[in-house]
């Protein structure tokens, strides 16, 4: 509304008094709604930066999976490592086990159906029978050749036996190999099993980011909108608030210059009575009656002594 000093002038008391309840109403239901609308506005800054605290704190979640993550790879390497050293000595086993039995294959011919101590009996009666009697060269000769027989087979059944025993040896080892490389390719399950979990949740987290991050978008948008309608309000406001300044003064001017008026009036009034009551003590005057000295007063103040 444009409150020029023409429209002013235009308008009668009355009429400035219903243009300033009016104004007033508008003033107030402007004020109300800035007020709602700052309310709104508060809230919505305070929901921002909840929501951007819950990122912080995704975000840290984040952060600590991933140290989870990191240690995780660093143990699948140690067992991934740990496995082909495993495998490494498996097969290194396995190519001992075949030489094992390649040589033991060679031997079992020979020592089929030996008895050891049936051997090592005879080889020492020889013994005993050689140091005990007197022989002659042949059969000096073929004792020696029968020890030698005796302790060479002895010597293959030795070798045979120990051979046994490091194949026994070599598959409980070979055993024991197998049992640890399926026991850690047990704990690379369960790894990669938490390592699946980790980035299921760690996709989780960074999807709730990002849907927070769009409600944030959103909620800003709206939130600058709000912001440009509060300016608005707080201008309108402001421009009311002005004009019933003005029209407040002009309303005063008024009463003032109203009560100017009729002070004025019945000043007038007073002094048309006063008048009338100095022509009465004239012709009281004239007629030659005694006055009082307020009497004198009154024809001295309108001049009537001079009519003489």
């Given at each position: 509304m444009n409150l020029s000093l023409e429209k002013l002038e235009s308008l009668s008391l009355d009429d400035?008094?219903?243009?300033?309840?009016?104004?007033?109403?508008?003033?107030d239901e402007v004020r109300a709604k800035k007020i709602d609308l700052q309310n709104t506005i508060r809230s919505e800054v305070n929901t921002i930066r909840s929501l951007s605290q819950d990122i912080k704190q995704l975000r840290l979640q984040i952060r600590e999976l991933k140290e989870k993550k990191n240690k995780l790879l660093e143990s699948l390497r140690e067992h991934r490592s740990n496995l082909s050293s495993l495998k490494e000595e498996l097969n290194t086993r396995y190519s001992k086990l075949r030489e094992i039995k390649r040589?033991?294959?060679?031997?079992r011919g020979i020592v089929r159906d030996v008895d050891l101590s049936q051997l090592e009996h005879k080889?020492?009666?020889?013994?005993?029978?050689?140091q005990?009697?007197?022989?002659?060269p042949e059969e000096e000769k073929e004792i020696i050749e029968k020890i030698k027989?005796?302790?060479?087979?002895?010597q293959t059944a030795k070798k045979y036996s120990d051979l046994m025993t490091e194949l026994n040896k070599t598959?409980?080892?070979?055993?024991?190999?197998?049992?640890q490389i399926n026991d850690v390719r047990s704990s690379i399950g369960e790894i990669k099993e938490k390592l699946t979990s980790i980035?299921?949740?760690?996709?989780?987290?960074?999807e709730k980011i990002n849907q927070?991050?769009?409600?944030?978008?959103?909620?800003?948008?709206?939130?600058?909108k709000m912001v440009s309608d509060l300016a608005k309000l707080i201008e309108t406001h402001t421009k009311l608030s002005n004009e019933l300044k003005i029209l407040e003064s002009e309303i005063k001017r008024r009463r003032l210059l109203l009560k100017a008026e009729r002070i004025a009036q019945a000043i007038t009034r007073r002094r048309e009575q006063l008048r009338e009551l100095a022509l009465k003590v004239y012709k009281k005057y004239q007629r030659g009656k005694r006055l009082t000295l307020e009497e004198y007063r009154l024809l001295m103040e309108f001049n009537l002594l001079k009519i003489e």
């Open positions: 400035l008094m219903k243009l300033y309840n009016e104004l007033q109403q508008k003033c040589q033991v294959r060679m031997l080889l020492l009666e020889l013994d005993w029978f050689y005990t009697h007197s022989l002659s027989r005796i302790s060479l087979k002895l598959l409980e080892e070979i055993d024991n190999l197998k049992s980035n299921e949740k760690i996709k989780s987290i960074v927070l991050r769009s409600e944030i978008e959103d909620r800003r948008a709206s939130l600058n």
